[in-house]
């Protein structure tokens, strides 16, 4: 199934992915906090494009139409996710 509770679509996959990226910040006047809330937000903002298009690049590749994960506005994904208890894995 692809959606949420109130939009559902049946679906020919399951696709549970994880991406990582490592980023370098080279400002030394920078708080922990701040890089933070820089990875959380602008790193998200970074992957997402190149995790939308491998999920599209490996469904395509089958009889079945793809799947063409949507467009998001990441301030909303990253507040909605944290609200849900999920926490970002961010390691130094």
């Known amino acids: 199934t692809i959606g949420n509770e109130?939009?559902?679509?049946?679906s020919p996959f399951?696709?549970?992915?994880?991406?990582?990226g490592k980023f370098q910040i080279e400002?030394?006047?920078?708080?922990?906090?701040?890089?933070?809330?820089?990875?959380?937000?602008?790193?998200?903002?970074?992957l997402?494009?190149?995790l939308r298009s491998i999920v599209t690049d490996i469904t395509s590749k089958g009889e079945h139409q793809p799947i063409?994960?949507?467009t998001m506005n990441i301030g909303h994904f990253v507040?909605?996710?944290e609200k849900s208890g999920k926490k970002f894995i961010i390691e130094k």
């Open 68 to 70: 063409i994960l949507p």
């Open 14 to 20: 399951y696709v549970a992915i994880e991406i990582e």
């Open 48 to 50: 997402y494009p190149y």
């Open 27 to 46: 400002r030394e006047d920078i708080t922990k906090e701040e890089i933070i809330e820089l990875v959380k937000y602008n790193g998200t903002a970074i």
């Open 79 to 81: 507040d909605s996710f």
């Open 6 to 10: 109130e939009e559902t679509v049946l």
